[in-house]
């Protein structure tokens, strides 16, 4: 006598009713927006929400977005176009990705919220005036603009954005596997592998690209070659300007190592005396962020989002003037109890950041906006 088969009850609904399905397209693989990505990908797959991830293979490769619960296609535009037509709300993470977005929706009544986590202002010739033209449609395509900095939300707006609101990123953890700092790890060993040992180690953090001001860095760095002991200055990230950067720094004799891109970068600045932020322009800078709450003195270009973020736990210069960077951090290396002050003040402001959870939160809280969809 055969047995009637089991029957398994599908597992309950979030709230009762459908989960809701959203589509988050990087388009690039970008170290800030690929750990946000990653990070909201994580809290909305633990809130019920099912997450497909649109970005390059070498993303997923690196951030594993499949391991924080989400689907992944690669962004090839007809797997994009696919992926969106069974959304209910499209996420892009940068003006590029959301230009391929709206293409991918073009006909379709899916609503499409667009971060800006890079940008600033655009650069003057051609290129800038394609990058004027892309953030108009992009912004009037969306809608909801997120910026991680006012000045962020200022320039959506000026763009013709029709909602654009503040929406500030947590940290979030880099690529699994990616050390992170270890109050129990001896500093003195990350400073002995850099020949940092009885000498200041100060470090940036980023890719090696022309808005980052690393030629201006490299001439502070000439001021301190006056200095005893020595201080190292050291760059963390790979680009292309490192060929040029190189070229100087050997012709120079300038105190600076290229370390390349590094798992590690978070251990060697808990490491570091100083972190360095020469930059043109940054929105929410992770440097920045995981400086202050490593508690190690920061001096930073007055920039974009960068004093909403720090505050005054930081030490703030103008853009592209080395010799006000160069004397912030000489004035510093000399005076320890104004960089324990500083480190105080950074664990302060640090505490006023959003948590990750914040982030899915408002994240989720628009969605469900967008969706007509109020959730308990």
């Given at each position: 006598?055969?047995?009637s ?8 609904q979030?709230?009762g ?9 990087l ?10 990505v990653?990070s ?7 809130r019920?929400?099912?997450v497909?991830?649109?970005?390059p ?5 690196e951030?594993?977005f499949t ?5 992944f ?10 992926a969106?037509?069974g959304?209910?709300?499209?996420h892009?993470h ?5 230009m391929?977005?709206a ?6 009544r899916?609503?499409?919220?667009v971060s ?5 202002p ?8 394609l ?10 395509a ?15 707006r ?6 654009a ?14 050390a ?12 002995a ?37 020595l ?6 990230g ?5 060929a ?14 290229l370390?390349?891109r590094?798992r590690?970068?978070?251990q060697?600045l ?13 929105a929410?800078?992770l440097?920045?962020q995981?400086?202050?709450?490593a508690?190690v003195?920061?001096?930073a270009?007055?920039v974009?989002?960068?004093p ?10 103008p853009?592209?003037?080395?010799a ?6 000489t ?8 960089c324990?002050?500083?480190?105080a ?14 982030t899915?939160?408002q994240?989720?809280?628009?969605y469900?906006e ?7």
């Amino acid at each position: 006598m055969s047995s009637s088969p089991v029957s398994i009850p599908a597992p309950a609904q979030p709230y009762g009713r459908p989960p809701l399905r959203t589509v988050q397209v990087l388009g690039g693989a970008g170290a800030g927006s690929s750990a946000h990505v990653r990070s909201l990908t994580t809290g909305l797959a633990a809130r019920g929400v099912r997450v497909t991830v649109c970005a390059p293979v070498e993303a997923e490769g690196e951030y594993d977005f499949t391991g924080a619960g989400a689907h992944f296609t690669p962004d090839a535009a007809n797997a994009l176009r696919a992926a969106c037509a069974g959304a209910d709300v499209v996420h892009a993470h940068g003006v590029r990705a959301g230009m391929r977005a709206a293409l991918a929706l073009r006909g379709r009544r899916v609503p499409l919220v667009v971060s800006w986590h890079g940008g600033g202002p655009a650069a003057d010739g051609a290129w800038g005036r394609l990058g004027r033209v892309l953030e108009r449609r992009v912004a009037r395509a969306a809608a909801v603009v997120l910026g991680a900095s006012s000045d962020q939300v200022d320039l959506a707006r000026a763009r013709g954005a029709r909602d654009a609101r503040l929406a500030p990123v947590a940290v979030p953890m880099g690529p699994p596997g990616a050390a992170a700092p270890d109050a129990a790890a001896d500093p003195g060993k990350a400073r002995a592998e850099l020949g940092a040992v009885g000498r200041p180690l100060l470090i940036a953090v980023g890719s090696l690209v022309e808005h980052r001001g690393y030629p201006v860095l490299l001439d502070a760095a000439r001021a301190w070659r006056v200095l005893e002991p020595l201080p190292l200055v050291v760059i963390a990230g790979e680009g292309p300007q490192r060929a040029e950067l190189a070229r100087r720094i050997e012709a120079e004799g300038l105190p600076v190592r290229l370390l390349g891109r590094r798992r590690d970068a978070a251990q060697l600045l808990a490491a570091a005396d100083v972190a360095v932020l020469p930059s043109r322009w940054e929105a929410r800078s992770l440097l920045a962020q995981e400086a202050l709450r490593a508690g190690v003195p920061l001096v930073a270009t007055a920039v974009g989002g960068v004093p909403e973020l720090v505050g005054d736990a930081g030490v703030l210069v103008p853009y592209g003037d080395p010799a006000a960077l160069a004397s912030a951090v000489t004035d510093l290396l000399a005076d320890p109890a104004r960089c324990a002050a500083l480190a105080a003040a950074g664990h302060a402001q640090a505490a006023t950041w959003p948590t990750e959870d914040d982030t899915v939160a408002q994240i989720l809280s628009i969605y469900d906006e967008l969706t007509s969809v109020p959730r308990p």
